[in-house]
């Protein structure tokens, strides 16, 4: 089995999941109780991974952050070398693969909260900041948790986003579902059978406890 | 200091338009009236969580609403206390949690002294450290009460608080909401659609049907005079029956209805009408005797023999919806009930005095 893969695998994920716990929340909570008459526009464009070929995604992204736009240039004059091809460039395009994962459940989870105790915070003097840290996310916590462990157990298992973004770069790129299709191409099939199964086992684990946790079925499909 | 609510505005709901015009002077003032009165919409319109289309609302002199000079207080700014019919405690926090939850500007230390002291008025102290899902229903309501009161708001709001509960846990509720007002003396708006609390709670009632004031008054002139038919069975007349003037007898002070339905007459006061005018025959279901057998030497002059379409148990009593052609409710208590031996199908003796009938022209 290849670790070095396994790590950086396991590497990517943790950190696509920090940083969706910071920024899916914030998104969620907006989807979930914004006003705005385009909001269903954001809605279509969070979903979008959900459809979207990840070929297609990671051909944008690399695009994206290439050394002829301005992201990647920016990134050269910032760090000295290019973005395309790296562990970062891994980070952002995983970050949008994954983001409907994480919001998604989140936002469903903020929308069941009974608008009745909202109302009542606001009533007994709390501000929305307030309303959010002491009444929304607390009974909402089994929804971001969910989020967060599907947008992790998403992250360890692409593979089309992070072979166009990153390639195949053992220690910088090279996850464990590349590994694994390697391994397969060179005929080196006890290997890919280890890694496999490894993954599969961790996966259906993650789900375990997501079920274990929510008890509710979660849709891929738009929430409403 | 105790503050006057005025409230003068209009918001225009799927189906009506609530339009009002409120003064609440400090004490309980009882806003009455059928499901989808409107009654749900004033109280969340002055406390802020509806906007009136038009109109001004104000606490003493704080403008909270003025939709001339776009004035639109947040609820939270509001010094507004309310309670809602389903209490909306936080489920994940305790009872003290959930008390000191509008106090998060008090410092640590008097917080917990307040809670205390709301927590012993309104006898919850020793729920205090339990979720909403442990304690009993009345507890709830009363956490639900001391979670407003605790602040100290300018005016309170009670959207139904009290309508889940049995009558003896009502009673007592309502003592500890009126002696904590004895000190305060701020306008309690206190919405329902119980009789028994609009007699327990008010001087005052105000009678809203289709999002207007209709009646205003103490609760025996609003409760007892109804000027014409929704107001009888808004204000818990059960029974409303169509019928026509079948005798006049002006020199008894009485006359003799018959009933639609074609099998009953009754003897009710007079009204101004001629024979073959349409009259509607409104009787309280607690007016009515049930006799098993044909009574004899009563005072009462109806005496009407019926059959029993259905019995309902409600809490304290049992109503029995009896046929006479026209279909009546009386209520008896659950062991009058036993003792007569009533049951569906079986025959039994309406018996109602003829001043416990009223015949109301229809307008």
């Known amino acids: 089995m290849d670790w070095a893969a396994m790590a950086l695998s396991l590497r990517l994920a943790l950190m696509v999941s920090v940083v969706l716990l910071l920024i899916g929340i914030p998104i969620a909570y907006w989807l979930t109780f914004s006003a705005w008459r385009g909001k269903f526009l954001v809605e279509a464009a969070v979903a979008l991974p959900l459809v979207l070929p990840p070929t297609v995604l990671g051909f944008y992204v690399l695009v994206a952050l290439g050394s002829r736009s301005p992201i990647g240039r920016t990134w050269e004059a910032w760090t000295g070398h290019g973005l395309a091809f790296t562990f970062e460039a891994l980070v952002i395009a995983s970050i949008l693969y994954s983001l409907p994962f994480a919001v998604q459940p989140m936002a469903s989870a903020f929308a069941q909260v009974d608008r009745g105790l909202l109302e009542a915070s606001a009533l007994l003097g709390a501000g929305p900041l307030r309303t959010f840290w002491r009444v929304i996310l607390p009974l909402a916590r089994d929804g971001v948790l969910t989020g967060l462990i599907l947008a992790f157990a998403h992250t360890l298992g692409e593979f089309g986003v992070v072979l166009m973004v990153g390639g195949n770069l053992p220690g910088i790129t090279r996850t464990v579902s590349i590994a694994i299709y390697d391994d397969v191409q060179s005929l080196n099939l006890t290997a890919a059978h280890l890694t496999a199964l490894a993954l599969l086992l961790f996966s259906f684990v993650t789900l375990s406890v997501v079920y274990a946790i929510s008890r509710k079925p979660w849709a891929v499909a738009p929430w409403r | ?363």
């Open chain 2, 1 to 363: 200091m105790a503050l006057t609510l005025t409230a003068r505005f209009r918001k225009r709901l799927a189906d009506f338009t609530v339009d009002v015009d409120v003064s609440a002077a400090p004490g309980v003032t009882i806003v009455f009236g059928e499901s989808g009165a409107g009654k749900s919409t004033l109280l969340r319109c002055v406390a802020g969580v509806s906007r009136p289309d038009d109109g001004r609302i104000a606490i003493g002199d704080h403008v909270v609403f003025d939709a001339a000079s776009r004035i639109d207080v947040a609820p939270a700014r509001r010094r507004v206390g309310f309670v809602f019919q389903q209490l909306a405690l936080f489920p994940h926090m305790s009872a003290a949690d959930n008390i000191a939850y509008g106090l998060a500007r008090v410092p640590k230390a008097d917080q917990r002294a307040r809670v205390d002291a709301v927590a012993r008025t309104f006898r919850i102290a020793h729920v205090l450290d339990r979720r909403p899902a442990d304690i009993s229903g009345g507890e709830r309501q009363r956490v639900g009460l001391a979670r407003s009161l605790v602040g100290d708001p300018e005016i309170l709001l009670l959207d139904e608080p009290l309508s889940a509960l049995d009558h003896t846990t009502q009673s007592r509720i309502i003592g500890d909401l009126l002696r904590w007002n004895e000190a305060r003396g701020i306008p309690v708006l206190y919405v329902t659609h119980s009789q028994r609390e609009v007699f327990a709670l008010g001087r005052r009632v105000l009678l809203l049907e289709a999002g207007r004031i209709v009646a205003d008054g103490t609760p025996q002139e609003v409760m007892n005079a109804p000027a014409h038919e929704r107001h009888a069975e808004l204000v818990g007349y059960e029974n409303v029956l169509d019928g026509v003037i079948a005798t006049l007898r002006p020199e008894a002070g009485v006359m003799a209805v018959s009933l639609a339905g074609g099998a009953a007459q009754l003897e009710t006061p007079l009204v101004d009408g001629r024979v073959g005018d349409a009259v509607l025959v409104a009787i309280r279901a607690g007016d009515i005797l049930l006799a098993a057998h044909r009574p004899s030497g009563l005072s009462a002059r109806n005496v009407v023999s019926a059959t029993i379409k259905s019995l309902r148990r409600t809490g304290a009593f049992v109503a029995v919806f009896a046929s006479c052609g026209a279909v009546l409710e009386a209520h008896v208590t659950q062991s009058a009930c036993q003792e007569l031996g009533l049951r569906e199908g079986g025959e039994v003796w309406l018996v109602i005095k003829t001043h416990s009938c009223r015949a109301i022209v229809p307008v």
